[in-house]
Nanobody, 126 residues
């Protein structure tokens, strides 16, 4: 099996920063794209950011452009989401997801991904 485990969530004041990590373990595989999604209480899960295996393709939701940065360290099988200038609107459970294989363009839909983590809570106060 393939497991994705998010970490780094927590409580932060508005204007603060957090870095989320997504560690991939279990059956090893390469050439996977990774996405971050989030779901606030009472709302649908929404796309946040995605990155190709090589890192050459990235894409962000309009709501986080300029504030969030997605990156990866394939040697560590880990993908990161650096979140800056957080606001209460960013409060949500954040999920990472992986898609096997190479991509030609960013994948923005939940259905595009094969594996999902359990989520990590991000709460922004004020």
């Amino acid at each position: 099996q393939v497991q994705l485990v998010e970490s780094g969530g927590g409580l932060v004041q508005a204007g603060g920063s957090l870095r989320l990590s997504c560690a991939v373990s279990g059956r090893t595989f390469t050439n996977y794209a990774t996405g971050w999604f989030r779901q606030a209480p009472g709302k649908e899960r929404e796309f946040v950011a995605t990155i190709s295996w090589s890192g050459g393709i990235t894409h962000y939701a309009d709501s986080v452009k300029g504030r969030f940065t997605i990156s990866r360290d394939n040697a560590k099988n880990t993908v990161y989401l650096q979140m800056n200038t957080l606001s209460p609107e960013d409060t949500a459970v954040y999920y990472c997801a992986a898609r096997r294989g190479l991509i030609a363009r960013p994948k923005l839909l939940e259905i595009d991904y094969d594996y999902w983590g359990q989520g990590t809570q991000v709460t922004v106060s004020s």
